[in-house]
């Protein structure tokens, strides 16, 4: 089966780095991404990671641990276009299992 | 023009009814799939289709029926809404196993 752990929400001033976790248990493995979402509005992808380490794209960079089924999502240099929900989805058999999402709420 | 288009964007309907929702896409994807959210949670998969001759079941597909019109084209039905179906419905296309393109979404309220 396919089940992902996220942490709720974080409070984070414009500038600073916040660090969002993901666990997975997913059968048939095959990699993790990352999704942001404005309120009421469309998830917009961010980042794939199918191979362990690092993927850095722009501010934003994700890792991934295979053999500890973990990864997290990197926003550097805060700003307050970032606040929104960011949502791992772990990529197995065919489809997307998505995290209940992390609320990001970034302040002057 | 938005490659993946939604409708209808919001609908107000009453239990008992045959609501449909549409999706089409111009990205000219095999891969298309319907997600509810509910607020607080993430997506979660209803069906997914690969092409016109494949339909898949995701983890909550009871109540909820899908047709693959076209390479294009993934309607969603509700044959007989509930109010527990009020959500948030969203379509999404992709061409492999990384980004998935979401359509706009559409705000289902069953009264």
Known sequence: ?108 | DADVTQTPRNRITKTGKRIMLECSQTKGHDRMYWYRQDPGLGLRLIYYSFDVKDINKGEISDGYSVSRQAQAKFSLSLESAIPNQTALYFCATTSGEDEQFFGPGTRLTVL
């Open chain 1, 1 to 108: 089966g396919q089940s992902l752990e996220q942490p709720s929400e974080v409070t984070a001033v414009e500038g600073a780095i916040v660090q969002i976790n993901c666990t997975y248990q997913t059968s048939g493995f095959y990699g993790l991404s990352w999704y942001q979402q404005h309120d009421g509005g469309a998830p917009t992808f961010l980042s794939y990671n199918a191979l362990d380490g690092l993927e850095e794209t722009g501010r934003f960079s994700s890792f991934l641990s295979r053999s500890d089924s973990y990864g997290y999502l990197l926003l550097q240099e805060l700003q307050m276009k970032d606040s929104a929900s960011y949502f791992c989805a772990a990529q197995g058999n065919n489809r997307l299992a998505f995290g209940k999402g992390n609320q990001v709420v970034v302040i002057p």
